[in-house]
């Protein structure tokens, strides 16, 4: 019904107005006593001005004027394009600082370079951790700090330069020991920050592959069925004559997942390829890299575990199987916080 009527008032404009709807514009402009015994005359000034003629009072167009109205074939005929906005945003390439007049939108943003659409899912693993383990790591986790207990002001880790030497003055300080840069620091685990999985690397490293190329064709496929995303080649930086690598050759493949991917990836390696390891003890509690990145490896027969490689365990030469190494990256900024995170997973860990 809404549509009938809709087609009825698009038919009635292309009519052309008669005299008398023409001359009887408004209430105001009616005059006379027949029109005023027709009209009752309304009391409030307000409502004075206001049409007495509906529209629900139009005749039904005809069919004729039906097949008239046809806003699509005059959309086809239309040769030039309907003007558009002058001003067209297009975000920077390049971000040049928290200063610069001209930044960046969100990546949440549509027209942002890095908005990735999505997600379109749930992983299972993920919607449990939010619903159940965060709350519980948040309570594992949680510091008291009675009210009014001053800050403490962090220390400062970066040497000063010492001795007589003017030079020494509002100098930067020197750099840290050991590492070009400074470890991150452990944060106290709230409801703001509680560490998630971010991404996840899994990478093989095949030296047999410059005598036999098809050890990289499997090693890829592998991977390729794994994780769901294409690898990518990784070749040798220098010569190393004991394990037969050449510089700049191939010599093993990785990829990365990130999001939902990761967390789908994870529910598979702890639900059906872990518990299936015999004689796993777990991954060893030393792992880590001090940041909140835990990395371990799998052999050739446990990488066969993995679904996605055993519904077509006849397509790939048993042989060649590769072993993998993955590193999961979290964010947490400690080790004990990504191993904690990793334990309420499911990951085992042992000590020897």
């Known amino acids: 019904m809404a549509s009938l009527r809709g087609v009825s008032r698009s038919a009635r404009a292309l009519q052309p107005f008669s005299a008398q709807f023409a001359v009887r514009r408004c209430a105001s402009t009616q005059t006379g006593a027949g029109a005023a015994a027709a009209t009752p005359k309304s009391n409030i000034p307000d409502l004075a001005e206001l049409e007495t003629r509906s529209a629900l009072d139009a005749p039904i167009p005809s069919e004729e004027d039906k ?27 390049y971000n040049r600082g928290p200063l610069h007049p001209i930044q960046s939108p969100p990546s949440s943003d549509p027209i942002a370079r890095d908005f990735v659409p999505g997600p379109f899912n749930m992983p299972r693993l993920k919607e449990t951790f939010r619903t159940v383990m965060a709350s519980d790591l948040m309570t594992l986790a949680y510091i008291h700090t009675p009210p009014g207990t001053p800050k403490k002001e962090p220390t400062e880790r970066l040497r000063a330069w010492e001795g007589d030497s003017p030079y020494f003055a509002n100098r930067a300080r020197r750099a840290p020991r050991g590492a070009p840069e400074l470890p991150i620091r452990e944060r106290d685990i709230s409801f703001r920050n509680i560490p998630e999985i971010k991404e996840i690397t899994v990478s093989t490293f095949v030296p047999l592959g410059l005598k036999n190329p098809d050890l990289l064709i499997v090693a890829r496929a592998v991977l390729l069925a794994m994780t769901g995303t294409m690898p990518e080649m990784t070749r040798s930086k220098n010569n190393v004559v004991q394990w037969q690598l050449q510089a700049n050759k191939p010599a093993g493949c990785k990829t990365t997942i990130y999001g939902n991917a990761a967390w789908e990836f994870m529910d598979r390696l702890i639900h059906l390829v872990l518990p299936r390891i015999k004689d796993w003890k777990g991954v060893p509690a030393s792992t880590g890299d001090g940041s909140g990145n835990v990395q371990f490896g799998l052999n050739p027969e446990d990488v066969q575990l993995f679904p996605e490689v055993e519904c077509n365990y006849d397509m790939y030469p048993a042989k060649m199987i590769p072993g993998c190494h993955i590193a999961i990256k979290t964010t947490a900024t400690s080790d004990r916080q990504a191993k904690l995170l990793l334990q309420s997973l499911g990951v085992p860990f042992y000590s020897n």
């Open 67 to 93: 097949k008239e109205f046809r806003p699509w074939k005059r959309a086809a005929d239309r040769k030039a394009r309907l003007p558009s906005s002058r001003y067209q945003y297009h975000p920077p390439k």
